[in-house]
């Protein structure tokens, strides 16, 4: 049977370059974004790509990674590692080149963890952030 989500062993999936993995994170945290908005807010679509860019962006993915970070495991703090140093073959028109490059790391982080199928990993740590924004909100 043909299969679109087929996980790969850890090792393997360290083999690969890590802004392959961060291009994988980039699509699965823009699914979860997109998923989110759309089950929480009753607007149209113009507005849930307005909202989602604050999200999907190297400042929204920033902003969430220093929410998650202290939770990373060794291995999760290894890939994002590899993944923000990795040499890149474009630039944001819109971040730092430090916002970006932490940005690659966390989407690196999403795409290890979704490749590996740890889609309870990543659940969990995307929910801590949510919850630690609106903790934040509430001060």
Request: proline content about 1%; charged content about 30%; overall charge neutral.
């Amino acid at each position: 049977m043909f299969s679109l989500r087929t996980a790969v062993d850890a090792h393997t999936a360290k083999q690969m370059n890590p802004v392959v993995l961060a291009f994988v994170g980039d699509a699965v945290y823009s699914l979860y974004v997109r998923e989110k908005l759309c089950l929480s807010a009753g607007v149209g679509t113009g507005e849930l790509q307005r909202l989602s860019v604050r999200f999907v962006s190297a400042h929204g993915q920033n902003e969430q990674l220093e929410r998650i970070r202290p939770m990373f495991t060794a291995e999760e703090e290894e890939i994002f590692r590899r993944g923000r140093n990795a040499k890149k073959g474009t630039r944001s028109k819109s971040a730092t080149v430090a916002e970006y490059n932490r940005s690659t790391g966390f989407e690196a982080v999403l795409g290890f963890l979704y490749i590996t199928g740890q889609i309870g990993r990543i659940d969990e740590l995307l929910y801590a952030a949510e919850k630690a924004e609106e903790e934040r909100k509430e001060e």
